[in-house]
């Protein structure tokens, strides 16, 4: 069973930055959007950025000029570049592969960014 593997969270303090990263573990085909989402304590989860097949990207407003999604399509692998983090930004980060018929997620990385 393929299954996505996240990498490079961790602590930063405030204006820091890090990169995460998230690479299937298997062949997924037909994959239309890669996204990251993130889930801080007692909210719901939310979507942060996602990127298509043919490159569009979306963010949430509270990541605008700060994040930037990308996407290696021949690794099966997405990255999400944050830059400037907040305390705001601290959550537990997923990844998200929606694929033609398929839907997978990450098991989740934390990101801490202290004051």
């Known amino acids: 069973q393929v299954q996505l593997v996240e990498s490079g969270g961790g602590l930063v303090q405030a204006g820091g930055s890090l990169r995460l990263s998230c690479a299937a573990s298997g062949t997924i085909f037909s994959i239309a959007m890669m996204g990251w989402y993130r889930q801080a304590p007692g909210k719901q989860r939310e979507l942060v950025a996602t990127i298509t097949s043919g490159g569009s990207t979306n963010y949430a407003d509270s990541v605008k000029g700060r994040f930037t999604i990308s996407r290696d399509s021949a690794k099966n692998t997405v990255y999400l570049q944050m830059n400037s983090l907040k305390p705001e930004d601290t959550a537990v980060y997923y990844c998200?592969?929606?694929?033609?018929?398929?839907?997978?997620w990450g098991q989740g990385t934390q990101v801490t960014v202290s004051s």
């Open positions: 998200n592969f929606r694929a033609l018929y398929n839907e997978y």
